[in-house]
């Protein structure tokens, strides 16, 4: 129904940025809150950031906070993460994640996000 591939993963440095795109394709765009997790080895999937349906709210998972900017650009069907002042812990396999619902500060949670891509890595050297 809905289908997200992420984009932009590879390597950095401590200190760098990288950009991750998830480009939406299968139903209306516009319809989903949109969310990004990671998953590093040996790890569960944790969230990193959500942003509404409108784009006017957002949430981040306090460990890339000010670090980390999402944004979603409902005209091209595209959700991005600018990702900021990398450290090594943010090493992790990228999920784009699609959700029917906001809910604020609530909005972190696995079970509220019906549609994920299938990741990209992204690797931050020391």
């Known amino acids: 129904q809905v289908q997200l591939v992420e984009s932009g993963g590879g390597l950095a440095q401590a200190g760098g940025s990288l950009r991750l795109s998830c480009a939406a394709s299968?139903?209306?765009?516009?319809?989903?809150?949109m969310g990004w997790f990671r998953q590093a080895p040996g790890k569960e999937r944790e969230f990193v950031a959500a942003?509404?349906?409108?784009?006017?709210?957002?949430l981040y998972a306090d460990s890339v906070k000010g670090r980390f900017t999402i944004s979603r650009d409902n005209a091209k069907n595209t959700v991005y993460l600018q990702m900021n002042s990398l450290k090594p812990e943010d090493t992790a396999v990228y999920y784009c994640?699609?959700?029917?619902?906001?809910?604020?500060?609530?909005?972190?949670?696995?079970?509220?996000?019906?549609?994920w891509g299938q990741g990209t890595q992204v690797t931050v050297s020391s």
């Open positions: 994640a699609a959700g029917a619902s906001w809910y604020g500060r609530d909005s972190n949670a696995r079970s509220l996000y019906n549609y």
């Open positions: 299968g139903r209306t765009f516009s319809n989903y809150v």
């Open positions: 942003v509404s349906w409108s784009g006017s709210s957002t």
